[in-house]
């Protein structure tokens, strides 16, 4: 069965009890889409934002993520793309709080309409938007598609860049950010022009004023593709760090380049958990090199009672500010992977759930 959607993969666990009892024995795991986001920062294509807006929505309809990274506040002379972040923000939380103003439209251009649908109906199943362009029913329509629990809301995260930018979060309203930080000092400094030790006092000004859930990315899990491998004791060093000294609610992992492989992962978490990191306060943000090593890893992952995964319906993602710059094991151009994908997400996900099942 070809699982690419909430709907499709509800559909499957429904075909077996047990397939029901082993996923809410997981916690019932719902993705963190990143497509607005990661998906979209390395576009070369800048789309307006009532374009985004409907991309938000499609995506709660579709896949029901647990969460959703609407942006980054980023200055727009670096990602220009996501320039209308704290606009969108704002548009995004009026649909999931469901008080738009009925006169108010959200239309995509008539033109743009059916390159929408093209380009992102690629489901062959679940339940289409009525109309993309009009949605006044906001939330209520999201409720009524079972995308959010009645009397819930999906959160909804913005990335801060530094410091200078977390009152612009507060004043904004966010109750849930994501910060970044690297395991690879030439890769923050090309990103950030900040050292490690610079953004670690950052991020813990940051983690002190804030009241909110934080998701802390750090970047160049095993491989960086300035430096090279990076070392697993080190490695683990950085993620006992922010555990332990910023309070951060997640620390997700990001496999920067898609070249992390199962023994390496394991390496990895599983010192950081015997130093004290609790398996659950960790995610993975992984970009695919080879698909039986994602799905191996999410394997591991599962069985450890890690079950939040970025997933994008881009299919695209990547650091653009590193994108295309020569590593330092080849000179060659370093092609960043795509993102982990809906379709590979359930993949992983059914084939755990199929294997427990045979146990």
């Given at each position: 069965?070809?699982?690419?959607?909430?709907?499709?993969?509800?559909?499957?666990?429904?075909?077996?009890?047990?397939?029901?009892?082993?996923?809410?024995?997981?916690?019932?795991?719902?993705?963190?889409?990143?497509?607005?986001?990661?998906?979209?920062?390395?576009?070369?294509?800048?789309?307006?934002?009532?374009?985004?807006?409907?991309?938000?929505?499609?995506?709660?309809?579709?896949?029901?993520?647990?969460?959703?990274?609407?942006?980054?506040?980023?200055?727009?002379?670096?990602?220009?793309?996501?320039?209308?972040?704290?606009?969108?923000?704002?548009?995004?939380?009026?649909?999931?709080?469901?008080?738009?103003?009925?006169?108010?439209?959200?239309?995509?251009?008539?033109?743009?309409?059916?390159?929408?649908?093209?380009?992102?109906?690629?489901?062959?199943?679940?339940?289409?938007?009525?109309?993309?362009?009009?949605?006044?029913?906001?939330?209520?329509?999201?409720?009524?598609?079972?995308?959010?629990?009645?009397?819930?809301?999906i959160p909804l995260y913005l990335l801060i860049p530094s410091s200078s930018k977390l009152a612009d979060a507060i004043e904004l309203g966010c109750s849930h950010i994501s910060l970044i930080s690297s395991v690879s000092e030439k890769f923050q400094l090309a990103n950030t022009k900040k050292t490690l030790e610079q953004t670690k006092q950052n991020i813990k000004y940051i983690c002190d004023n804030f009241q909110g859930k934080i998701k802390l990315y750090l970047s160049c899990i095993d491989t960086c593709p300035l430096?090279?491998?990076?070392?697993?004791?080190?490695?683990?060093?950085?993620?006992?760090?922010?555990?332990?000294?910023?309070?951060?609610?997640?620390?997700?992992?990001?496999?920067?380049?898609?070249?992390?492989?199962?023994?390496?992962?394991?390496?990895?978490?599983?010192?950081?958990?015997?130093?004290?990191?609790?398996?659950?306060?960790?995610?993975?943000?992984?970009?695919?090199?080879?698909?039986?090593?994602?799905?191996?890893?999410?394997?591991?992952?599962?069985?450890?009672?890690?079950?939040?995964?970025?997933?994008?319906?881009?299919?695209?993602?990547?650091?653009?500010?590193?994108?295309?710059?020569?590593?330092?094991?080849?000179?060659?151009?370093?092609?960043?992977?795509?993102?982990?994908?809906?379709?590979?997400?359930?993949?992983?996900?059914?084939?755990?759930?199929?294997?427990?099942?045979?146990?």
């Amino acid at each position: 069965m070809n699982i690419s959607c909430a709907k499709s993969f509800g559909s499957w666990l429904k075909s077996n009890p047990q397939y029901t009892k082993i996923y809410k024995n997981l916690g019932s795991p719902k993705p963190f889409d990143v497509s607005l986001r990661d998906g979209l920062q390395s576009s070369k294509e800048i789309l307006d934002t009532t374009y985004k807006l409907n991309m938000f929505t499609k995506s709660c309809v579709h896949y029901t993520p647990q969460a959703v990274e609407i942006g980054s506040l980023v200055s727009p002379k670096i990602l220009p793309m996501l320039a209308d972040s704290a606009i969108l923000y704002k548009m995004t939380r009026d649909v999931v709080l469901g008080c738009i103003p009925e006169d108010k439209d959200l239309s995509l251009e008539i033109d743009r309409r059916e390159d929408l649908l093209v380009e992102l109906d690629r489901i062959p199943e679940g339940k289409d938007l009525p109309e993309l362009g009009c949605i006044p029913e906001g939330k209520d329509l999201l409720v009524e598609l079972g995308c959010i629990p009645e009397g819930k809301d999906i959160p909804l995260y913005l990335l801060i860049p530094s410091s200078s930018k977390l009152a612009d979060a507060i004043e904004l309203g966010c109750s849930h950010i994501s910060l970044i930080s690297s395991v690879s000092e030439k890769f923050q400094l090309a990103n950030t022009k900040k050292t490690l030790e610079q953004t670690k006092q950052n991020i813990k000004y940051i983690c002190d004023n804030f009241q909110g859930k934080i998701k802390l990315y750090l970047s160049c899990i095993d491989t960086c593709p300035l430096a090279g491998p990076i070392d697993h004791i080190y490695i683990c060093e950085q993620i006992v760090w922010y555990w332990k000294e910023c309070g951060v609610n997640t620390i997700c992992l990001s496999d920067t380049v898609g070249s992390l492989t199962p023994k390496s992962f394991i390496s990895i978490i599983d010192q950081a958990h015997s130093q004290g990191v609790p398996y659950e306060s960790i995610s993975l943000h992984l970009h695919v090199g080879l698909e039986s090593d994602v799905i191996k890893i999410m394997f591991e992952a599962l069985d450890r009672g890690i079950t939040g995964f970025d997933v994008s319906y881009l299919e695209t993602g990547g650091c653009s500010v590193t994108m295309g710059m020569p590593s330092s094991s080849d000179k060659s151009k370093s092609k960043i992977k795509p993102n982990l994908s809906y379709p590979l997400y359930y993949k992983g996900l059914t084939s755990y759930i199929e294997s427990k099942n045979i146990e």
